[in-house]
């Protein structure tokens, strides 16, 4: 297991407060697996999506640790978004 995926769940968890998410979203990170965040919180899985966010392991790091915004990463190409933009867009605010 990756530790940079178990980092990336914990974190989000937090941000999500121990509610889910309305819809569902993966982020695919280069080299280093899936995390899914869903009505259940974020866990490491693979399954399908409203919407895959795409990323290196280190932009991913940069966008939650406040480092790198979502969108300008979006705009640079850094991110990769595949699916349902309107979902995306929802999870700005817990990536925020």
């Not at 309305?22 to 899985?45: L, P, Q, R, T, W």
């Not at 999506?49 to 969108?71: H, K, M, P, W, Y």
Request: charged fraction near 25%; hydrophobic fraction near 45%.
């Amino acid at each position: 297991m990756s530790a940079v995926l178990e980092e990336a769940v914990k974190a989000l968890n937090e941000r999500l407060g121990g509610a889910g998410f309305d819809g569902s979203a993966k982020f695919d990170i280069d080299g280093e697996g899936a995390i899914v965040i869903n009505g259940s919180g974020a866990h490491i899985s693979d399954d399908d999506t409203d919407v895959t966010l795409s990323a290196s392991a280190d932009t991913f790091r940069a966008i939650l640790e406040g480092e790198q915004n979502a969108t300008a990463a979006f705009m640079m190409g850094r991110l990769k978004v595949d699916g349902d933009m309107g979902m995306a867009m929802k999870l700005a605010g817990i990536m925020a």
